[in-house]
């Protein structure tokens, strides 16, 4: 007698992340638009003046990670890139 066995894996996946300029804004587009749920909201700082944003949302079967992208995160200047942003903004002014 031939027998055959069948094995079944059942894969789940566990969330989604997603890097965005403005966690805020991502939020309110992803809660209004679409219906999910703000878990929460939290406040990173990997390292001395450096920060991040990061919300979790849900629904039923979904949990969605947002996260502020390294470009756009609040980063410590060094006083030459203060500098050359002063000098931008009164140049702007002017």
Same mark, same amino acid.
């Given at each position: 007698?031939?027998?055959?066995?069948?094995?079944?894996? /059942?894969?789940?996946?566990?969330?989604?992340?997603?890097?965005?300029?403005?966690?805020?804004?991502?939020?309110?587009?992803?809660?209004?638009?679409?219906?999910?749920?703000?878990?929460?909201?939290?406040?990173?700082?990997?390292?001395?003046?450096?920060?991040?944003?990061? /919300?979790?949302?849900?629904?039923?079967?979904?949990?969605?990670?947002?996260?502020?992208?390294?470009?756009?995160?609040?980063?410590?200047?060094?006083?030459?890139?203060?500098?050359?942003?002063?000098?931008?903004?009164? /140049?702007?002014?002017?």
């Amino acid at each position: 007698m031939l027998t055959h066995r069948v094995v079944i894996f /059942a894969v789940r996946m566990d969330h989604v992340s997603l890097t965005v300029r403005d966690v805020d804004k991502s939020v309110e587009f992803y809660s209004k638009g679409l219906g999910l749920k703000l878990l929460r909201i939290s406040v990173l700082n990997p390292s001395p003046g450096t920060v991040y944003k990061d /919300a979790y949302l849900y629904s039923d079967s979904f949990l969605l990670e947002i996260i502020t992208a390294e470009s756009s995160a609040i980063q410590p200047q060094s006083p030459e890139t203060w500098q050359k942003t002063m000098r931008g903004s009164i /140049a702007l002014l002017t």
